[in-house]
């Protein structure tokens, strides 16, 4: 069964580990936020797409999610001494991907160019696309009035600022992938994998041409809450700033047009009644992944749900 699956940062990227250990390269390829990308020190950094290749490497920092694991941080903590910004953690290994990845661009290969070759030094067979070659930038206007760039709202805000509503920079502007779009078109199912469905998925769904190839196809998501709860992250606090009670259900809404299917938490079991009356396909099961094995688990489930999905439809 060929996969094509959305991702953003350290939620989406736990489940599409369990569904590389599960599917070979072939059925499976990973559209990435880009988003959230930004320039920091002179270094293009894109924090979504590093951490969903060191995941598939496992060269993650297992404590954040973000970053490599046995980091070092000798230059972040020399530019502190420097009195440098220090509100964004870079660490030495990580760092060498930043400053490789911008001399790169600046020789004029492309993000989707560099990111291959990363993968594959870092022996990572699934393909990774970045959703665009264009820039695309994420940014947070705020009850206050304010235009937060996303990490400067995420990282050195701490997501404290009440956000009001969101703007895509470059979205019109910005084409899809042309390799995600052909992923797309050969595979049987779409999963989103559990990540913010504000600022990790819907810049990937609000580039003109995604949903029009991801409607042809069956589409299943993973809720990033549980009990009313993010997994990780704003999440839920953005629903609610935005005048939505936070839960599953209001997830399965926000997906709602392209939605075939959505796995619940057991703990959200009591929404299925609403999310079937929309007419989706609901997997209520365990969706938390604290380890490797609750990963391969749910993968493995998701994949089963899948193969439920596609049976029906034939
Ligand atoms: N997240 C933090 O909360 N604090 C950091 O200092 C931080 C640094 C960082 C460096 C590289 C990288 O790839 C990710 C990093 N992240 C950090 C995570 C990142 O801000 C978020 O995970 C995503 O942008 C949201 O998906």
């Not at 230059?75 to 910004?85: F, H, T, V």
Request: net charge negative.
């Amino acid at each position: 069964m060929k996969i094509a699956a959305l991702a953003g940062g350290v939620g989406g990227a736990k489940l599409i580990h369990g569904l590389a250990k599960l599917l070979p390269p072939e059925e499976l390829s990973v559209i990435v936020n880009t988003g959230d990308d930004f320039e920091y020190l002179g270094l293009n950094i894109s924090p979504d797409l590093d951490t969903v290749c060191y995941t598939l490497a496992d060269l993650a920092n297992p404590v954040t999610g973000w970053g490599r694991k046995d980091e070092s941080w000798t230059i972040y903590q020399e530019i502190a001494a420097l009195d440098g910004p220090n509100w964004f953690h870079l660490g030495d290994k990580d760092l060498a991907t930043h400053i490789f990845r911008t001399y790169k661009l600046n020789q004029g290969l492309t993000l989707s160019e560099i990111t291959a070759e990363f993968c594959r030094c870092w022996g990572v067979n699934h393909p990774v696309f970045p959703m665009s070659d264009q820039s695309v930038r994420t940014v947070v206007h705020t009850a206050g009035g304010e235009a937060l760039g996303f990490q400067e709202y995420f990282v050195h805000q701490a997501c404290e600022p009440v956000v009001e509503h969101f703007e895509f920079v470059g979205i019109e502007d910005a084409r899809p992938l042309p390799q995600a779009i052909s992923a797309i078109k050969a595979c049987d199912v779409v999963i989103i994998s559990p990540s913010n469905p504000w600022v990790s998925i819907d810049p990937i769904l609000k580039i003109p041409g995604y949903v029009e190839a991801i409607r042809e196809k069956p589409v299943i998501a993973v809720s990033p809450l549980i009990g009313g709860k993010a997994l990780k992250g704003p999440a839920a606090k953005m629903y609610e700033e935005l005048g939505v009670k936070p839960s599953a259900a209001a997830v399965a809404k926000h997906y709602q047009d392209i939605l075939t299917g959505f796995v619940i938490d057991n703990q959200d079991r009591q929404e299925l009644e609403k999310i079937e009356r929309w007419r989706i396909i609901a997997l209520v099961t365990n969706i938390l992944m604290k380890n490797n094995q609750d990963r391969f688990r749910l993968a493995e489930e998701v994949l089963r749900f899948c193969e439920t999905i596609l049976n029906r439809s034939r």
